[in-house]
Every structure is written in C-alpha cells, then in structure tokens.
C-alpha cells in the first residue's frame, strides 16, 4: 500500500492510507479497467433488469400503461441525467484530485458535490412534480396523460433520493470502490424486482406501485450510504463539516463536466421525444410503446459499455491529475476494443433471440400484437450495438481530463446532429415509416461512434506533443 500526506495552509493533514481501489487507480489502466468493470456491469446489468421486470409488469396492464410509461421515460431521462451528470462530475473532480495525491481536496470536493446535488434536487422537483401531466400532454400522449401522470408524479418526488444516491456512489467510483456501488445498486433491483408486482397487483396501486417500488429501494440505498460515510467511516473519502471549505475552483472543477454531462442526458431525453414524436406521426401509439419496450432491452444490451465508460472516466481522471498523460491512448485504445467485443457478442445473441425476447413484453392479451414488431425492432438494433463504444469511451475519457463540454459537443452531434436527422429523413421523407426510424438510430449511430473516436486521438495526439 502507498500513502500519501497532502498540506493545507498553516497545518498538516494527518497521512491518509491508500485503498485498494486508489492503488488500483493509480497503477496499470488496463487492469484499474478490468477490475473496475466487472462490478459496474454486473450491478448495473442487474437494475436494468429491474427497469425490464418494471416494464413487464407493466405491460400486464396493457399497451396504454406501458406507453404511459414511454411518455414519461424522457422526463425521468432528465432527472437520471441530472444525477449521472453530477456523478461524472464528482467522478471526474475526485479522481483528478487522488490522482494528484491530494487528500484533503477530494474530501473538500466530495462535500461540495453533495451541497449542489441538494440544491438541484429542490430545484428540480417543483415543476416535474406539479406540471406532470400536462407535460405528459406536450410529449404527444393523449389519453394516455393521466396514466403518465399517476407514474410520473410519484418518480419525481423521490427526485432528490435519486440524484443523492447517484452522486454517492460516484465518490466510491472515483475512489475505486466499485464493489460497494455494485452492493447497493444490486440491493436495490432485488427491492424493486420484488415489491413490483406485490404493490401493482396485490396491493391494487396499478401503474403508480410500479414507482413506489423504485422509491422505496432508494430510501435503503440511502440508509445505506450515510452508514459507510458516517458510521463506518472505512472509504478514502472522508465526509465531515470540517473539510468543507468553499472554493470556486472546486464548484468549477465539478460543474464543468456536470453540467455538460446532465445535458447529454437532455439530448437523449430531446431524441426520446423526438423518436415518439416521429413514431406517433407514421404509426400511432402502439409504436411508442413497441420502441419504449425495445429501447429497454437496448439500454440493457449496452450496460457493459456503460459500465466500462465509468471506469474510464474515473482512471482517466486519476492519469491526468497525477499527469501520466501517456497512459490516456493505452486507457481509450483498450475501453474501445474491449467494449467493441463485447457489442459484437450482444448483436449475435439479439440476432439469435429477438422473438423470445420481445414475446417477454407482449405477454398479455392486451400486448400480445406488439411482438413482430419489438423482435423487427430488436433484430434492427444488432446493427446499432457495435458502433455505441468508441462513441461511449470517447466522451467518458473527455468527462475524466475535465473536458465536458467537448463531451457535450459529441453527444449532441450523435443524437441531434445524426440520429434524429436519419430518423427523419429515412422515415419521414423517404417514406420507410416506422422501420426507416430504427434504420436511421442505427446510421446515427454509427456516424456519431466515428466522430468521437477521431476527435478523442487528435486530442491525445496534441496533450502528448506538448507534454
């Protein structure tokens, strides 16, 4: 084990004991990757499918409560981006202050992110909360508003556990310690898988118990969390009044990858809209809903590029602020390569499975006609898998140097710039109608992965010519 002793003005702080998870940060990429991964995706693998247990349940409801769901999503979409935003942030700031061998600051910086989430999470309740349905109505779902609103009112109240929960498990991510995340984002999808059909059946809430559910998993998560800051007291980051001292910079440091970070989520909210908007227009509501199913199995198929792409943000953010800049092509050049795999191997078990799969969706008389069409939609999205990593791993090594608005830049060319407009052009004025939709995600896609891993080695090429 390293230690490390950082100074404050006018006195010493006492020498902090390196984690496993810090060594494991400041040693090889490679392996700080591997090691950091493996429980990223198994707990993020596990509460998606809590989100695809969710949708199934919903699903017995019929086709209206599951596009009610749909018309929801891209607000909700705006609450997760706005705690993944702050996450990366958190992520990104900590891990260049570990990095940098300083202690006290990552401790200052975690208390800062916390302060902010609070606020945020005030700010952003009132008007998701009140305003709810009549949203609903804005995004296209017609009679289905109210059911969108008995969902939706109950997912926003809980908006400030949901961005605390987030932002905790991004100090533990930037620290290394990915096995803790991994506990209780598990503990929460088992929560959530078990009391679903317990409160939308057996206790007769209906849709709205499919949201009780999320909201009383993250009430533990969060018990949770303040026991291993506040009563265990065993994580680098150490949480207390007395390291909070305000700084510009720090606030800077987080928000200038929060901020970008949280509006990469609003485009993909936007591209939400956007796509039931376009589907509503070619095919009726019965498209939202196919696309809100399939979507769900998409966003699981990716998880273990996702999971990798938060590894990378907090190894890159531990390269750069310790400045081993030579380490950052060996961390981009293997996420990508190692998430391109593991994409090829999904598109073949999609490929392989789309009936079964979708036939999970559609399992209720209600539902039962959707399922040509989610396997139609699965079988397309095999084409869409492989081109997602170097589009995630770019934008996740860009939030780790502290560079989120050139994150930001790639995410709104990806969604707005390509997928939207091959969305329209192929379906709208081509003519190809709900499948010429899928085609143009897919060709987006492809053009927006290409675009952030060329911008991502120019910009290695250069931080390494002057350094």
Request: proline residues 3%; aromatic residues 12%; glycine residues 10%.
């Amino acid at each position: 084990m390293q230690s490390d002793t950082t100074k404050s003005p006018g006195k010493e702080e006492p020498v902090k004991q390196d984690t496993i998870g810090v060594s494991l940060l400041l040693g090889e990429p490679e392996k700080a990757i591997r090691k950091l991964s493996g429980p990223m995706i198994i707990a993020m693998m596990l509460y998606s499918t809590y989100n695809i247990v969710n949708a199934i349940w919903v699903a017995g409801l019929g086709s209206d409560a599951l596009a009610a769901v749909g018309f929801i999503s891209p607000l909700f979409l705006v609450i997760i981006g706005l705690g993944n935003g702050l996450g990366a942030g958190t992520t990104s700031a900590i891990a260049r202050k570990i990095g940098a061998h300083d202690h006290e600051g990552a401790n200052n910086t975690a208390i800062h992110a916390i302060i902010l989430t609070v606020i945020i999470s005030v700010i952003a309740t009132i008007p998701l909360f009140l305003w709810t349905k009549e949203i609903a109505f804005l995004f296209g779902a017609g009679e289905t508003a109210t059911l969108a609103a008995e969902y939706g009112r109950v997912v926003f109240a809980g908006t400030i556990l949901l961005l605390l929960t987030n932002v905790g498990s991004a100090i533990l991510r930037a620290e290394g310690d990915t096995k803790r995340t991994m506990y209780i984002m598990a503990a929460s999808a088992v929560m959530n898988m078990i009391l679903d059909p317990l409160l939308i059946y057996n206790a007769g809430m209906g849709i709205s118990g499919a949201a009780w559910g999320m909201i009383i998993s993250q009430i533990f998560v969060t018990i949770v969390l303040l026991y291993w800051f506040f009563g265990k007291r065993d994580t680098y980051v150490t949480l207390s009044r007395a390291s909070f001292v305000y700084k510009q910079k720090t606030m800077h440091d987080i928000l200038g990858v929060g901020i970008p970070a949280s509006f990469e989520f609003f485009l993909m909210s936007l591209l939400a809209i956007i796509i039931n908007g376009l589907l509503v227009s070619v095919a009726g509501t019965d498209a939202v809903a196919i696309y809100a199913a399939g979507w769900r199995v998409v966003m699981f198929a990716i998880i273990p590029l996702a999971a990798i792409g938060t590894s990378v943000v907090s190894v890159t953010g531990a390269s750069f602020g310790g400045r081993k800049f030579k380490k950052l092509p060996v961390i981009l050049n293997y996420s990508v390569k190692t998430g391109a795999f593991v994409a090829i191997i999904t598109s073949l078990i999609t490929w392989l499975f789309a009936m079964p799969i979708a036939s999970i969706f559609s399992y209720s008389p209600e539902s039962a006609h959707l399922a040509p069409s989610i396997a139609a939609f699965l079988s397309t999205m095999c084409f869409f898998y492989p081109f997602v990593s170097p589009g995630i791993m770019s934008s996740s090594l860009f939030q780790g140097v502290g560079k989120g608005i050139t994150s930001l830049f790639l995410t709104f060319s990806r969604n707005l710039l390509f997928i939207a407009v091959f969305a329209y052009i192929i379906g709208i004025v081509l003519g190809y109608g709900e499948h010429g939709i899928w085609w143009g995600i897919v060709a987006g896609d492809i053009l927006g992965g290409a675009l952030g891993y060329v911008w991502a080695r120019l910009y290695l090429s250069r931080l390494l010519k002057y350094h």
